[in-house]
């Protein structure tokens, strides 16, 4: 699997999604599709790339892991799972400005945090 550069980063609109439809469906790694995981969907960084997003609107930051291809819809640069939303703050708004980097984390571990 090919590494995402240790300091790239991108800054753009982030929505998440899980509506009916994506529930019980594989992603694009061929995994089902899980509203209460951390993951996200990017249109090109490879399948299992761990990034820490952080939200410029309110401050807390999640770490997912990319398991599925898009967004398709506008210039969004990330579709988050409903879980990573809500852990973001951002369920309710439906899209938000973030920042996302590789994350410097072990494979598996999961981490959230909120502005002190």
Do not use: C, K
């Amino acid at each position: 699997m090919s590494r995402v550069p240790p300091h790239w980063s991108q800054h753009g609109l982030a929505s998440w999604y899980g509506t009916g439809r994506q529930l019980g469906h594989a992603t694009a790694s061929g995994e089902t599709f899980d509203p209460d995981a951390l993951t996200a969907a990017h249109t090109q960084l490879p399948l299992g790339t761990r990034l820490l997003v952080h939200s410029r609107r309110t401050g807390r930051s999640v770490v997912v892991r990319v398991n599925d291809r898009g967004p398709f819809r506008g210039h969004r640069i990330l579709d988050l799972s409903p879980e990573a939303a809500r852990q973001l703050g951002i369920l309710g708004t439906g899209t938000a400005p973030v920042d996302i980097e590789p994350a410097d984390v072990a494979a598996d571990e999961e981490v959230a945090s909120a502005p002190r």
